[in-house]
């Protein structure tokens, strides 16, 4: 069965359908062996948990973490995950995972792990809880290439594998897939527009490197992302990079006590950014965090970008 979906939000939850075969799955650098369908599998942060949902596995998860201490879930997502506690308002401890019966845990590095943290592949192992990382986020332990949409359809690809819904894995890919080209056809791809990507910060700005996925939804929307040679995920650079790359369009990530629109009035209020294009044209569009982080409303984020370049003074 075909599950319908939304790039705006999620419209069925179906139940998983567990096989006896083994699978196994490559996880960032770590080949992963996976016995049996996960029966009580927690999910790290709003985008992860949103791609566990679109593949219909809330009945295999006990639960989720790492989203009411820094975003907010909008109607679609509470629908999705009322029937599951939140085991921990930011990134879980060990004991938090354990406590809660976990088998299972989608996360990624900085996405719930951190490198020589409490909570990673290794130090769950001893306790049964198997552990899927989020592709993009694998930068941080290993050489891998730039953002692509490539990242989050392997992600739904092998969480499809690992719960053994690799028919529903894939309609969905197919699906995304037809509608990036649908609505980005007859772009201009000749003479890119350029972005930069404000997350958050005013004394340094915070912002998307090569390795974010911003990056490869700025590009798929006919732009590029002017911190594209920033050889990092997300991380912080500083505002005299950001005036000498003269942005065209300031892409801001909505999410935390800070507003988009505040944001965009400390950029615009600034006489150091007056200069900057996308200032002197108000050229501002509003990615929300689940949008602009790997998941299924990356789609949509594409059709947003791509009417905020077009639409653009240059």
């Not at 990673?120 to 990382?133: A, K, S």
């Not at 935390?256 to 209020?269: D, L």
Request: proline letters at 5%; glycine letters at 8%; aromatic letters at 8%.
């Amino acid at each position: 069965m075909k599950p319908a979906l939304l790039t705006t939000g999620l419209l069925v939850l179906l139940p998983a359908v567990a096989m006896a075969d083994p699978v196994t799955v490559k996880s960032c650098d770590r080949e992963v062996v996976f016995e049996d369908v996960p029966k009580a599998a927690i999910s790290n942060d709003v985008n992860l948990t949103e791609m566990m949902l679109v593949l219909g596995l809330r009945d295999q998860m006990v639960g989720y973490t790492g989203i009411s201490g820094w975003k907010t879930l909008d109607e679609a997502m509470r629908e999705g995950v009322e029937a599951l506690p939140e085991l921990s308002a930011k990134y879980p401890t060990r004991e938090v995972l354990v406590g809660a019966g976990a088998d299972f845990f989608f996360a990624g590095w900085n996405y719930g792990m951190k490198v020589g943290g409490e909570v990673t592949p290794e130090t769950l192992d001893p306790f049964g809880i198997q552990v899927y990382e989020l592709t993009e986020s694998c930068t941080h332990i290993m050489d891998k290439p730039k953002a692509s949409l490539d990242d989050m359809y392997n992600d739904i690809a092998n969480l499809g594998a690992i719960f053994r819904v690799d028919d529903r894995a894939s309609a969905l890919i197919d699906g995304w897939k037809s509608e990036v080209v649908e609505m980005t056809a007859g772009i201009d791809k000749e003479n890119p527009i350029r972005a930069f990507v404000y997350d958050s910060g005013e004394d340094t700005p915070f912002t998307a490197g090569r390795y974010a996925m911003p990056t490869a939804l700025i590009e798929a929307a006919g732009g590029v992302n002017v911190m594209d040679g920033f050889e990092k995920s997300w991380a912080t650079v500083g505002w005299e990079e950001v005036i000498a790359a003269a942005p065209e369009v300031i892409v801001i990530v909505n999410y935390g006590e800070v507003t988009a629109e505040q944001k965009r009035e400390f950029m615009m209020s600034n006489p150091a950014f007056a200069d900057i294009p996308a200032v002197a044209n108000d050229n501002f569009v509003t990615l929300e965090y689940v949008e602009a982080t790997p998941g299924p409303r990356n789609i949509a984020a594409i059709g947003k970008l791509a009417s905020a370049f077009a639409a653009a003074d240059r």
